[in-house]
């Protein structure tokens, strides 16, 4: 009895325990030989579980970023290269190189530090093959004065299937933004002796043999779960259209049932995965850059027809083609995937695929290049600005002392507004209120003819690149030619007046001396 | 429209010439046993001025040499108009001779078109001491001849524009390698070397890793910094690249064109970016160069094959990518040496009310010195030089000619908090890939 309420009482603790806790830790939960924490200089930090799986071999999961003097953000339940399929131009062989092979277990190649010569080799079970190295991206933020590049956490593997060799790579910036890549390099796979076909080249110094050209199509698999909640993420697609009269506006929709979208370059079409239905949440932007290729066979595969889906989230859905081989209950294909479920309060999966057409080159002799395909999700709402990650210190320019100014209406303006800098900083200026006519360039520079007489108090901004200082002065516009000309009027009205006045005295005057003249004849009368 | 024509023949005089296929073949073999030790241990030779064949007149002379033997050598110049010029550009693969790729490589314009305005803004902004009216009809370069209206530019037109751009004078701040620059525009270029990612991997072979020399210069609009950057990698490719980073201060309250950012920051308008790059090759040997389209059309009535068309193209130009076909565009030398490019990277297409020649992406026109913008060109007259690509691009013959390439990329600027107080980097870049360019990868032994 003793026993059993022991056991009830534990019950009721774990579920006590269950209960309390948030709906998803601000960590990732997995043993320390399976996490990666990276801090980079500027405090900023990426945090995540991995592992190794025979098929897609490397998988990520409980994705967390942390801004510079940020909180955590739950970013990804689950991230994966989900297939690579690999179409010959010939029509006569197509690979699904994840499910009919796989990247992971004997196709994973061990590593050396040759191979990963700024890095750390990490073990898959007891052999190495993952470099984790920290690099730069080639883009980050430039001032006039200065410059930063963004680092980044780079994650890779090799997987050796046929004659290629696969670098399936993950970066991760500092700024928030994330990069999933393939390297496509080690070998031609596929040759004809039949040289005049029109599928391939012959190469230099092989007459025999033509090499065939192919495409390659990655498709990524990324299981989104931003911030607190996994199931109150949004889908929106965002275009910018040019509209008859030269703008143009942003348009976006947002999806409530699961989709399956193509690039739109005409309308300029990107995605973005929001924290919540809430339009300045934290999101992230998918933009398709990489998509000059676009491969397509709807007769064969009608997913083919299609770059981006958006999925409910479900395990058994696990491979963009060829999924019902490795999960027999469920659909074979990620366009099967999408069959009108809703989206709404639902854990959200992103598909994504980018094509690369291999046109064979004699350098690709005897062992290729590495060509580089993958996208960049970009952070949007989720860091506080960008001076944290510039890293610099900054002081804010001053403006030389301001003086009231006087001008009439039409004259012919020009004055400068002036500012220092201690960091030598490229200034620009910004004026609000200033008199009608009258406009300044980013240089200080105003110019301009005054329209209207008043009393305006200026407004003007000095900015560096990271700061800015305001000061105001007042500018009488008083009245020009046609003012002084009312002036004049006035006097003459005034001398009227006067002369009005004048007048009615004299009249006044005339009028008391009739009537004492009345008033002695009645006397004398 | 008759042109000037150019002296590329001075500059291929200097070119090495090219070695027979067997000798070359042969030298490879000889030395690959010691530069791919070199490879192997992944270090490098700095870059440095020095004296080469070429008449870098107003340019500085530059090398970089690799620790493989790859090297490239160019002269280099920071333009008031449009920034970086790269010219006189010639390759060195490992085991090779040095072989001209590039006569010359530079911005051809590059367009802001904020979402509330009716027009893009020319971010370069040649003098001029002409302008001919901005024109809204599509088919201008047709009209040209009979009927424009110029007029004088006023005292206000020109301080307004700004007429040429300051270039940035890079310190140790804003220069992470070698500053360089001619002796009349010191630190306006900034060296950086970089370790690439993995050249080459195959099954357990060691991984062939390998370095990039990147040439940058800026230059601030307003208060907007425009970065022009070319990439030269070890084996061979060149990346040209632009990025918009700075300070965004243009601002509108109308939602529709304007990014909403919390308070106190003003509404931020929003803007695409159109990037044209030009290009005269020079490719290897003295023979004329030629470009060639490839497409790779899906043919669904025999199996979805996807034959492979060659193109030549002879004739001035415009065109598109064309997305389905896979469609790319190879350089090429009479030699068979050539370069591609793929437009990989080109995931939207620009749409100009204005301008003909910016509904597309690519343009070839026949060299003429004059012809250096793609709007906005020097209108001088008297050399019947156009003002833009329109009117460069009037069907004239290629054959025998030397061929200017045109290349065009644009991005959206939509911005965040990201992007508070400074931009970040909007980066538009593409590859020219090297196309048998040698008979196979130079960096390893041909067994």
Known sequence: MTIVKLSLSLILLCWLTLLVQPASAAEPTCAADARITEVFDNGATWDMCWESRIRENLVLSDVYYTPPDGEPLRVLSSARLSQLHVAYDDSDVTYNDVTQYGLGGGYLLSLTPQDCPQGTLLDVQTRPALCRWRTKADTGYRTSTSSQKTQSLNLFSVSQVGAYAYIVSWTFYANGAMEPGVGATGALQRSSDTTELPFGRVLQGDPDTLWLSHTHNYYWRLDFDLGQ???????????????????RSRQVDVYKTEQARRIDPARQAVWEIHENAQPDSAAYLIEPVRSGHRFERSEVEPYSDYDFFVTVANDCERFASQNARFNPDCLNNVLQFVDGQSIENQDLVVWHRVSFHHVPRSEDQRHMHTHWDGFMMKPRNVLAGTSAL???????????????????????????????????????????????????????????????????????????????????????????????????????????????????????????????????????? | MSRDTDSLSRQRAFVHNRWPERTRLSAVRLIHAGFLLLVLTGGSFASSVFAQQNDCTNAVALQHSFSSGASWSLCAAVNNDHGLTVSSVYYRAPGDSSRSVLAELHLGQLLLHYH????????????????????????????????????????????????????????????????????????????????????????QRPSLNSQSWELASAFARDA??????????????????????????????????A?????????????????????????????????????????????????????????????????????????????????????SNNGFSYSSRSENWAQFDMAFSRLATCERYALLNINDVSNNCGTGLDDFVNGESLIDAVPVVWYSQMRNMDLTLEDWPVISELALSFDLLPFDWTASSPFELIE
């Open chain 1, 390 to 525: 510039l890293g610099q210190p900054n002081t804010a320019p001053v403006i030389d002392p301001l003086t009231p100014r006087t001008n009439k209406v039409g004259d012919s303006v020009h004055a400068d507004i002036s500012a220092s800098d201690t960091d030598d900083d490229v200034l620009s200026f910004t004026a609000d209120s200033l008199p009608p006519g009258l406009s300044m360039n980013s240089q200080g520079h105003i110019h301009g003819e005054p329209t209207a007489t008043g009393n305006y108090s200026v407004s003007v901004t000095v900015r560096d690149d990271l700061d800015q200082s305001s000061d105001t002065f007042s500018w009488n516009i008083t009245g020009s030619e046609p003012a002084r000309k009312r002036s004049g009027s006035m006097n003459l009205h005034g001398l009227v007046t006067l002369c009005l006045l004048v007048l009615l005295r004299y009249i006044s005057q005339g009028a008391r001396i009739v009537a004492r003249h009345q008033t002695v004849a009645n006397a004398q009368g």
């Open chain 1, 229 to 247: 909640s996994a199931t109150d993420d949004v889908f929106a697609e965002t275009r910018y259209e040019l509209a008859a009269d030269g703008t």
């Open chain 2, 259 to 343: 990014a909403t950012l919390p308070l106190p920051i003003d509404p931020l308008t929003r803007a695409t970016v159109f990037a044209t790059w030009r290009m005269v090759f020079n490719l290897d040997t003295d023979a004329a160069d030629k470009i060639e389209q490839f497409d790779f059309p899906l043919d669904t009535q025999s199996g979805n094959r996807r034959p492979m068309q060659v193109s030549p193209i002879i004739t001035e130009t415009l065109r598109r990518v064309d997305r389905q076909t896979f469609r790319g565009w190879r350089m090429v030398d009479g030699s068979g040496a050539g370069y591609y490019l793929d437009p």
């Open chain 2, 224 to 257: 907007l910094i425009w970065t022009s950057a070319v990439t030269f990698t070890e084996d061979g490719q060149i990346r040209p690249a632009v990025s918009l980073s700075g300070r965004a201060s243009r601002s509108n309250t109308d939602t529709r064109y």
């Open chain 2, 116 to 203: 509330d305005a009716t027009e893009a803004e020319p971010q370069i902004r040649p003098p001029q001491p002409l302008r001919i009216q901005p024109s809204i009809n599509a088919t201008r370069q047709l009209e040209l001849s009979t009927a424009q209206e110029l007029r004088v530019l006023t005292d206000d037109d020109l301080q307004d524009d700004a007429q040429t751009i300051e270039p940035v004078r890079f310190t140790e701040r804003s220069c992470n390698g070698e500053r360089l620059g001619a002796d009349s525009q010191p630190d306006t270029i900034c060296a950086i070397t970089k370790n690439n990612r993995t050249l080459a991997k195959y099954a």
